[in-house]
């Protein structure tokens, strides 16, 4: 027994009840009505089962194990921790749901190119609505955007801007950029443009307004949010876009051959900077159609694909993302 003392953590996230138990507390629970769950990687069939049916209220018992290497398990659009699936090991882990709906559930662990197919999903039927509410379409669907069109950037900045530099000049913004629709539905290089011709910025130069327009881009972001899309970029991004976002993380070559395109670099002006938020949001929902790039859609919530997208946008905007690997 790995544990010395039961481990038991209760977190109520976006509808997901998460119990953790040690194996033998989960004894308690009894063996009827719990539904034996088999990782493999995804060439070998992935979840077994990969559709589990629940009701809202009633507890979900799972016990988990791996056939081949070290998985995690983890459910998509909650913040709940991912619990590790080892081969040889059962892990017992209780869900209840107090939302119907269809929940995606995926391995955390970079088992290999195909990882991310590691994917199953959980249809909880029940509760007090037939049928959950229907939500907002996502912004890049309101605004209509063509994310398969190419979007490189009209105009560039020569060196890397500087938001801290920007700062200085925060007083001259004029309002109507100062808005998070602004932000969401304008790339950096459309900014640029707006900014150029704003009668009360003509004293800046071409360098002082990207510095400006890299510091309306962190303001668009907070500390705490900037932290988030680093965390979830490191585990769901990184195996691909590399750790320093230039398309080279260790899967990049075996993607390349898999779909025969390589993961984006946002460390390239052209295209980064010609990209909306709400277009890398469509991107990023949708994954890449046919190329190697997932649809995080299932996976992240609404605020957490932001946070990502504030944190790309630091591969051009802020000196120490920026500059590493260069
Ligand atoms: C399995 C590899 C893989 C993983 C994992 C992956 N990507 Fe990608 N990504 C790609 C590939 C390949 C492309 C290029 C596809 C294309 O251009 O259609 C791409 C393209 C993109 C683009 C489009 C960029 C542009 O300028 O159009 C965005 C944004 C993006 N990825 C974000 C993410 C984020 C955020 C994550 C993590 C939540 C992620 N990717 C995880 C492979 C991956
Ligand atoms: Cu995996």
Redesign the pocket.
């Known amino acids: 027994m790995r544990y010395s003392e039961p481990l038991s953590r209760i977190l109520i996230i976006s509808g997901v009840l998460l119990v953790l138990a040690v194996p033998f507390a989960a004894q308690a629970i009894g063996a009827q009505g719990v539904i034996e769950i088999h990782a493999r990687m995804a060439e070998s069939g992935g979840w077994t089962p990969s559709t589990i049916r629940a009701k809202v209220g009633v507890p979900l018992h799972l016990r988990m194990t791996s056939d081949d290497v070290m998985h995690s398990f983890a459910i998509g659009q909650s913040d709940t921790p991912a619990v590790d699936v080892l081969p040889g090991q059962m892990t017992d882990v209780t869900l209840t749901f107090d939302k119907p709906g269809t929940y995606t559930y995926y391995c955390t662990r970079w088992c290999g ?1 195909n990882h ?1 197919r590691m994917r199953g999903t959980i249809e909880v039927t029940g509760g007090d609505s037939a049928s959950p509410p229907p939500g907002t379409p996502p912004l890049y669907v309101t605004l209509n955007l063509d994310i398969d069109a190419a ?1 490189p950037a009209s105009v560039t900045p020569v060196g890397i801007p500087q938001a801290q530099r920007g700062a200085q000049f925060a007083d001259l913004l004029p309002t109507t950029v100062m808005s998070l629709e602004y932000y969401r539905s304008h790339s950096p290089a459309q900014a640029f443009e707006d900014l150029r011709v704003d009668p009360s910025l003509t004293s800046l130069n071409n360098s002082d307004l990207w510095d400006l327009i890299a510091y309306l881009w962190q303001s668009n972001s907070t500390p705490e949010g900037l932290a988030e899309g680093q965390r ?2 490191a585990q ?2 990184a ?3 590399g750790e320093s976002g230039r398309g080279n993380g260790v ?1 990049s070559v075996d ?1 390349k051959s898999l ?1 025969g ?4 670099n946002f460390s390239d002006p052209t ?2 900077l010609g ?1 909306a938020p709400a ?2 949001q469509g ?2 929902l949708r994954g ?2 046919g ?4 649809s ?1 859609g299932p996976i ?1 919530t609404d605020q957490q694909t932001w946070n ?1 997208i504030s944190y ?1 946008y630091t591969f051009q905007f802020n000196e120490n993302t920026a500059a590493a690997g260069k």
């Open positions: 190119p991310w979007h979830l970029f769901n991004c195996a691909c876009h899967f993607i779909a395109k390589t993961p984006a295209t980064m990209a277009l890398l991107k990023i890449g159609m190329t190697g790039m997932p995080w992240l990502i790309l």
